[in-house]
């Protein structure tokens, strides 16, 4: 049976002492993309300081974030906050939300990724759609479901097989609502009207013979290690095509996303692959570093991921037990905005 080569990243301290050595950014510094302009940070998204610094002056006309959940997966929390009170939660999104919009231009649209735990009240979600009221510039415009092919089995319910995607603006940002057609067919006929004197249907009519994409999407595959895109160590990673229909519809060429929660690195691959410029971060130096290798692994071999294989070839790792053998270090090419070191490394989910 093929296995990733990387276990999941935040849920072991061995594989994260064995990697952070190779990390070109500690927490403070930025890294500076010479070919398309993304910029790359480990910061905190809560310093309003730090992500303005990131911005560099620049304003972004769409946001897109994934927090951490505050949720147990498995037998493993989001440990980056750890799984504290939702109340201590719902303020530390407070912060980063506060943080995030001073980077926005007046015309602006946000999604985010959040979880709701079915068996808490389906916390964090309903309290922090509360919290968003707070924030009166920004409209609610969707609420978003991605349906996983794969789900949590349960024996006493339903089968978790969704993923919640919140759709904010602010202003009147571009919406480009011919931009993300799926691939599934039309193929109920009807809505008859006249046209010109003559009775026609909704198919004769249409941009496309297949449907747009509404606010639920079936068509999006949940990642996992049998897929190209995969990046092993990084759990709950999001769909690059499901990131990509996000920055076709609401950015134009050449516009600035931000994405404060890297993780993976998907926003920033998409907007290099759709044209856009991406200023992302991790407060994590191992998720901003996947972020920078995803990003050079796809300008050298038009690779989207590393399937079942790990980021880091050249650690070699026993995962099975404690001890770790590290290859030679990654050459020290970046070039840093600030030289602040890091004190903690919170871990991600």
């Not at 505050?70 to 530390?92: A, F, P, Q």
């Not at 971060?281 to 050079?296: G, N, V």
């Not at 294989?309 to 050249?314: D, L, T």
Request: aromatic content about 10%; some cysteine; proline content about 4%.
């Amino acid at each position: 049976m093929v296995k990733e080569k990387l276990k999941r990243i935040d849920g072991c301290k061995d594989i994260k002492s064995a990697l952070l050595p190779h990390c070109r950014l500690r927490e403070g510094q930025i890294w500076q993309d010479t070919v398309r302009g993304h910029q790359i940070g480990c910061l905190d998204a809560t310093d309003k300081d730090a992500i303005r610094e990131l911005m560099a002056g620049e304003a972004s006309s769409l946001a897109v974030q994934d927090p951490p959940y505050n949720l147990v997966v498995g037998n493993i929390n989001s440990e980056g906050l750890g799984r504290t009170s939702v109340e201590d939660y719902i303020e530390w999104s407070r912060k980063w939300v506060g943080a995030m919009e001073r980077t926005l231009r007046d015309d602006a649209s946000l999604y985010v990724w959040l979880g709701a735990d079915q068996n808490a009240g389906f916390q964090p979600l309903p309290d922090f759609m509360i919290m968003m009221r707070e924030f009166t510039e920004w409209r609610t415009r969707s609420f978003i479901t991605m349906r996983n092919q794969r789900g949590y089995g349960t024996q006493k319910n339903w089968m978790a097989v969704r993923q919640e995607l919140l759709y904010y603006i602010r202003g009147k940002p571009a919406f480009n609502v011919n931009a993300e057609y799926t691939d599934i067919p039309k193929i109920l006929r009807g809505y008859y009207k006249k046209v010109n004197g003559r009775v026609t249907e909704n198919l004769e009519r249409s941009n496309s013979r297949n449907i747009r994409a509404g606010n639920v999407w079936v068509d999006v595959q949940q990642v996992f290690y049998r897929m190209e895109e995969n990046v092993p160590g990084c759990y709950a990673q999001k769909p690059l095509k499901a990131a990509e229909r996000i920055i076709s519809a609401s950015s134009d060429c050449d516009d600035v996303v931000v994405d404060f929660f890297a993780h993976s690195g998907t926003t920033l691959l998409a907007c290099e692959r759709l044209g856009r410029k991406c200023f992302t971060s991790d407060i994590d130096p191992i998720f901003a570093e996947i972020s920078i290798r995803r990003l050079e692994r796809y300008r050298q071999t038009g690779m989207t991921g590393w399937q079942f294989n790990s980021p880091f070839p050249e650690v070699d790792v026993e995962w099975d037990g404690q001890e770790s053998r590290s290859g030679t270090d990654r050459a020290q090419d970046t070039k840093f905005v600030s030289d602040n070191l890091f004190d903690c490394l919170p871990a991600r989910r």
